[in-house]
């Protein structure tokens, strides 16, 4: 199950999602980047980092949270512009749900 609503996203673990952040007042640039991050608490490596050219989807694939720990989560997006400046535009809750049934493929 995938789920946005709010600051909050839900996700079940091994699952896979893909969104578009939405940047208000945004006009873009070509070569502007969009950065995703989700980390335990602010200050840890993130456990899952994307990287995309704003305006395109961001992927999560099922071993991007298939060995994590189910539980509360902090994410972050970015946009770094091709003029250097940079803009956190969202922050919020990252909830990886368990999965009850055993996985086969990962």
């Known amino acids: 199950m995938f789920r946005i609503d709010g600051s909050k996203i839900w996700l079940t673990q091994g699952d896979t999602a893909e969104f578009r952040p939405i940047i208000e007042e945004y006009t873009g ?3 502007d980047t969009v950065y995703f991050r989700v980390a335990k608490i602010y200050s ?3 456990v899952i980092e994307k990287v995309v050219a704003a305006g395109e989807n961001i992927a999560i694939a099922a071993n991007d949270t298939s060995n994590l720990s ?3 989560y902090l994410y972050q997006l970015k946009l770094m512009s091709v003029d250097g400046n940079i803009s956190t535009f969202a922050t919020g809750r990252f909830m990886l749900e368990g999965d009850i049934h055993e996985r086969t493929e990962r």
């Open 29 to 31: 640039q070509e070569g």
């Open 44 to 46: 840890d490596e993130p």
């Open 70 to 72: 189910v539980g509360s």
